[in-house]
Nanobody, 111 residues
Framework: VQLVESGGGLVQPGGSLRLSCSAS????????MSWYRQAPGKERELVAR????????DYADSVKGRFTISRDNAKNTLYLQMNRLKPEDTAVYYC?????RGQGTQVTVSS
């Protein structure tokens, strides 16, 4: 039973990244899922969340209009498309659901 994130990296301001979270060992489609992030010295922040079917989403004000959360229940995968990235988006990004949290993937936005 685990969540494994991927897709992080170094990107210039204004660039894009797509994070993925692969779920295994449980019925992925039965759970709402979320993306969180934590920057050094800051508290963990809820970035986005999505219902079990993907029919409803919610975003932090800081990312609204730039980030899109989605899921593919056939592939047991959660996504976070991040556009128009800013230096303040730099953080470790985690997916979460079913009481689980992945190991995180680092996103660094810098020129």
């Amino acid at each position: 039973v685990q969540l494994v994130e991927s897709g992080g990296g170094l990107v210039q301001p204004g660039g894009s990244l797509r994070l993925s979270c692969s779920a295994s060992g449980f019925t992925f489609s039965g759970y709402a899922m979320s993306w969180y992030r934590q920057a050094p010295g800051k508290e963990r922040e809820l970035v986005a969340r999505i219902t079990r079917t993907g029919g409803s989403t919610d975003y932090a004000d800081s990312v609204k209009g730039r980030f899109t959360i989605s899921r593919d229940n056939a592939k047991n995968t959660l996504y976070l498309q991040m556009n128009r990235l800013k230096p303040e988006d730099t953080a470790v990004y985690y997916c979460s659901g079913n009481g689980l949290r992945g190991q995180g993937t680092q996103v660094t936005v810098s020129s």
